[in-house]
């Protein structure tokens, strides 16, 4: 592959993810309801991704989904703590419904509502700096990934799922997260053990990734949509932040 067909797809990917960038942090500055809108949008674009990978020309019922999802999310973090589980899983189903090996498509679905409900609950009971931290961590991940995995290359990460990761991209995203948890935990007292979760943060930023790679194998598509110029759809964007959010479930209370 020639250096310029290696780069080809930097300029529209860079462009979306400035916009996304600044609409995001926006969002997250304001908070409220700008912020609970975008969240609730996200996800109900990615429920109707994932229902079309799961059963492809379903667009209606995709559609109806992706709207339900993004109700859903909405008022998920105001609903009694004993009502989130039932309403969860009332999504997966309603989701998986008539989708034929519906495992992998329930597991993704409950991933993508639970995120939901983690950022906004983060938001709002831990504070603006620990979505930053999350977003960061992401990124950096992401981005490190992106240039030292093209810079270096090497043995992939995953083949058979992932056949673009190598190990040189997944280590530099490890290292550029833990950059980030070591500058959040001197400004905010967290401690140092910030820099591993982090780093684990990363890493189930990267299986997220590497998950929905495998889910667009299956259904024999590149991209889970063509919402996002040079992203694809909202899930081959968000699909990292998703499973960094499954580890953020666990921490959120000790911030």
């Known amino acids: ?122 938001r709002t009971d831990a504070g603006i700096v620990w979505v930053f931290w999350l977003l960061f961590v992401v990124i950096a991940s992401d981005v490190a990934g992106y240039f030292v995995g093209k810079t270096f290359g090497g043995p992939k990460f995953w083949p058979r799922l992932s056949p673009k990761k190598t190990w040189s991209g997944t280590a530099g995203g490890w290292v550029a997260a833990g950059v980030i948890g070591a500058l959040f935990a001197a400004t905010t007292g967290a401690g140092p053990v910030l820099i591993p979760i982090s780093a684990a943060m990363a890493f189930a930023a990267q299986l997220g990734d590497i998950g929905e790679s495998w889910l667009k194998r299956r259904a024999g598509v590149k991209d889970s949509s063509r919402l996002i110029p040079g992203h694809g759809g909202f899930m081959d964007r968000f699909d ?11 921490v959120v209370g000790a911030l």
Request: hydrophobic fraction near 65%; glycine fraction near 12%; aromatic fraction near 10%.
């Open 240 to 250: 990292g932040l998703v499973g960094a959010c499954m580890i953020a479930l666990f």
């Open 1 to 122: 592959m020639s250096s310029a067909a290696k780069w080809a797809d930097l300029i529209p990917r860079a462009g979306s993810a400035i916009v996304m960038l600044v609409v995001g942090l926006a969002c997250v500055w304001f908070g409220g309801l700008w912020y609970s809108a975008l969240i609730a949008f996200a996800v109900g674009c990615m429920i109707y991704e994932l229902r079309l990978l799961g059963k492809a020309r379903d667009h209606k019922v995709a559609v109806f989904l992706g709207g339900l999802a993004a109700v859903l999310t909405w008022f998920l973090p105001v609903l009694p703590n004993i009502a989130i589980l039932p309403v969860v899983a009332g999504m997966i189903a309603a989701t998986v419904g008539g989708v034929r090996k519906p495992f992998p498509i329930g597991v993704a679905a409950g991933a993508i509502i639970l995120a939901g409900f983690v950022l906004v609950s983060l």
